[in-house]
């Protein structure tokens, strides 16, 4: 059995790539998984089932982002726990961080199914793609617990420095699949909704494999209990402190590029053909940003549970400085190569031109994207959850949506809504930088501790 990473000891360089090349590898599978929905669809069912299934992402990223925000807040909980040696305090959480998970899909599982028409009707989403947007999106939401619940795991045994064994089951599922999308879709033909299934029967496995290792778990570390699995309202209270912010970022960023989408739709239907063939692509982009981030959360928080201070501080240069240089060089091989790879999800000339300009305008601006997303990692780890949250709110949320709505008004053109993206990445950039610079981000979390513990014994 591999052993997890501890951060507070060793190389940090070598630690902080151990960690991260699995991240990266799982991160791979993780779009390639997403892709091939958009891949086979877009190339057996044409541009307007693609476009259909691209409507609907952003919706889902925006439901899944609000607890994925949670579990990386859970990860903040876990990775200090451990940090500190407090074994207690690590059982308690990744339990409490489990059955908030699976309350959690039951909701969302209701609701979305529920609500699918009334939400991309909201939207604005074109009628030509209306029926199979529906049937993508409430077949995805009768599986969404299991997405959920996978990215719960996941984040647990990252959060313990194991990033090895979300990687070999992401690969599994996703070659799950792809080959059940290649049956459904390609073969049987039947539709959109088919895609969707695919991808809940995968994400299905992905949950039994992980809860499998983590009932297993690792001995002096921990282990997980069916009969453990409940609130224990002391954890709950630390995840959401910690969590609810990163939910609320994510959640907001989300809505916000929901009212990006809901631009692209007033345009033609291979206009969003084409914005989803780049999202896929962008999603690649986004691999190092990933990676590292949620390497740096975890080695900053166990490195500060610890009272590491100064290899927090060196881990953080050495990780945004790997993120922002691959994001870049990945980006001049997008810009490079835009038509190729926008062809490869729907050769028709109308999607790949959209796609292509798309491409054009943001591929330069990955290195901001890098940096806000690294920053905003560190900043988890070292507890300041709600520094991430008041800077992406105020930036991707409050000034792309007001951006969008003005500009679009008087200048009707789909470039308008390209330059959001890098825009609003270069400005959060920047305030991350000064925030950075100016504030004691490695020390207030032990000194806002010193003085409740002062005003609790006065």
């Known amino acids: 059995m591999s052993r997890a990473i501890d951060f507070t000891q060793g190389s940090i360089q070598k630690n902080l790539l151990a960690f991260a090349f699995p991240l990266f590898l799982g991160n791979l599978f993780q779009q390639l998984y997403n892709a091939a929905d958009s891949l086979i669809v877009g190339n057996w069912l044409g541009s307007e089932a693609l476009a259909a299934v691209s409507s609907s992402s ?76 529906i049937a993508y999106f409430r077949v995805y939401c009768l599986g969404i617990i299991f997405s959920l619940l996978y990215n719960t795991c996941m984040g647990i045994m990252n959060a313990l420095g194991d990033s090895r064994h979300p990687l070999y089951y992401l690969i599994i599922s996703s070659l799950t699949n792809v080959i059940l999308d290649i049956i459904f879709v390609a073969g049987f033909g039947l539709g959109t909704g088919s895609a969707a299934l695919a991808t809940i029967i995968s994400q299905a496995l992905s949950v039994i494999l992980s809860l499998k290792r983590l009932f297993r778990g690792q001995e002096g570390l921990y282990k997980v209990e069916l009969r453990k699995i409940r609130f224990h309202m002391g954890s709950l209270k630390e995840i959401l402190r910690f969590g609810l912010p990163s939910g609320v970022q994510n959640s907001v960023i989300g809505f916000a590029n929901i009212v990006v989408q809901t631009n692209i739709n007033s345009f033609a239907s291979s ?25 740096l959360t975890t080695c900053i928080g166990q490195n ?3 009272k590491n201070y100064d290899r927090a501080r060196k881990s953080a240069v050495f990780g945004v400085f790997c993120s922002i240089t691959l994001a870049e060089l990945i980006g ?27 491409c054009r305008v943001e591929a330069f601006f990955y290195c901001f994207l890098a940096l806000s997303h690294c920053i905003a990692g560190i900043l988890r780890g070292a507890g300041k959850a709600v520094i991430p949250m008041i800077i992406m709110f105020g930036v991707w949320c409050v000034l792309r949506v007001t951006y969008l709505t003005v500009v679009l008004h008087f200048w009707h053109n789909i470039i308008i809504v390209y330059t959001a993206y890098p825009l ?18 490695l020390h207030g979390l032990e000194e806002k501790k010193a003085r409740r513990h002062f005003l609790h014994r006065a």
């Open 424 to 441: 609003t990445w270069t400005l959060s950039s920047l305030l991350f930088i000064v925030y950075m610079f100016k504030a004691d981000w």
């Open 271 to 295: 206009a969003v053909a084409g914005s989803g063939a780049y999202s896929k692509i962008e999603g690649f982009a986004f691999l190092p940003v990933t990676c590292f981030s949620l390497a």
């Open 332 to 358: 001049l091989g997008v810009f490079a190569f835009a038509p190729y790879l926008i062809s490869m999800f729907n050769s028709e000339p109308e999607v790949v031109a959209f796609g292509v300009r798309q």
């Open 304 to 306: 500060l549970g610890a």
């Open 58 to 133: 952003p919706l889902i990223n925006m439901m899944v982002g609000f607890f994925n925000g949670l579990a990386i807040g859970a990860g903040v909980v876990i990775s200090r726990a451990f940090g500190a040696r407090d074994y207690k305090a690590l059982d308690r959480a990744i339990h409490t961080d489990l059955a908030f998970s699976a309350a959690a899909g039951i909701v969302m599982t209701v609701l979305g199914s529920l609500f699918t028409p009334t939400i991309l009707g909201w939207m604005q989403t074109p009628e030509d793609i209306m029926p199979n947007s």
